[in-house]
């Protein structure tokens, strides 16, 4: 059963304009939350995170937002740029040390 | 760079014949997991060992099975192949405990089962 759910597959943005990635969940012990992207012939990549007790985090271009009573987080990217096209997966985890992921939703920035 | 090294990238099998990707990490971190990655799904664990202690998920078919000879390598063995198993195999690592959760990733292994 899919804990962690991207129901976007994909996003078309134009550059400079904002990305906007949501991710839901269905498991209420999931304390820290994840974003990875991931490049064609790449590993995923750790990109940004977020822990249960916040509801904002933000690194340079990227912020996570955390809504625990819709059980919904979405990743902000702004502005997007060219590189930033790719694939993004959502994960989550909870008091162990395992992720759940989400199927992605593939990222296309128009210049 | 600390890095997860998988090898190899592309492996072809035939039906039934058992394979085996092998996974490297210079990050020496205690915990390894396999992923199963079919296209546009999540991907899926099969198995991770924290430190020595093997751990498999449920639904993991006895088909797959792992080696940890040591902190550095790590095995993902499949005995018979199914046109079912290809898949993209992605290994990752992570320390526990730790201060963050990330896990870190290798490029992956795409198998192909004919």
């Known amino acids: 059963d899919q804990q962690v759910k991207q129901n976007s597959p994909s996003l078309s943005v134009q550059e400079g304009r904002i990305s906007i990635l949501n991710c839901d969940y269905t498991?209420?012990?999931?304390?820290?939350f994840l974003w990875y992207k991931k490049y064609p012939a790449e590993g995923p990549t750790f990109l940004i995170s977020?822990?249960?007790?916040?509801d904002k985090n933000e690194d340079g271009r990227f912020t996570v937002f955390l809504n625990k009573s819709a059980k919904h987080l979405s990743l902000h990217i702004v502005p997007s740029q060219p590189g930033d096209s790719a694939v993004y997966f959502c994960a989550a985890r909870t008091n162990d040390y395992k992720l759940s992921f989400g199927a992605g939703t593939t990222v296309t920035v128009r210049a | 760079d600390a890095m997860v090294i998988q090898n190899p990238r592309y492996q072809v099998t035939q039906f039934g014949k058992p394979v085996t990707l092998s996974c490297s990490q210079t990050l020496n971190h205690n915990v390894m997991y396999w992923y199963q990655q079919k296209s546009s799904q999540a991907p899926k664990l099969l198995f991770h060992y924290y430190d020595k202690d093997f751990n498999n998920e449920a639904d993991t078919p006895d088909n797959f099975q792992s080696r940890r000879p040591n902190t550095s390598f790590c095995f993902l063995d499949i005995r018979s192949p199914g046109l079912g198993d290809a898949a993209m195999y992605l290994c990752?690592?992570?320390?526990?405990?730790?201060?963050?959760?990330?896990?870190?990733f290798g490029p992956g292994t795409r198998l192909t089962v004919t």
């Open positions: 498991n209420s012990m999931f304390d820290y």
């Open positions: 990752a690592t992570s320390s526990s405990p730790g201060t963050g959760y990330e896990q870190y």
């Open positions: 977020i822990s249960s007790i916040k």
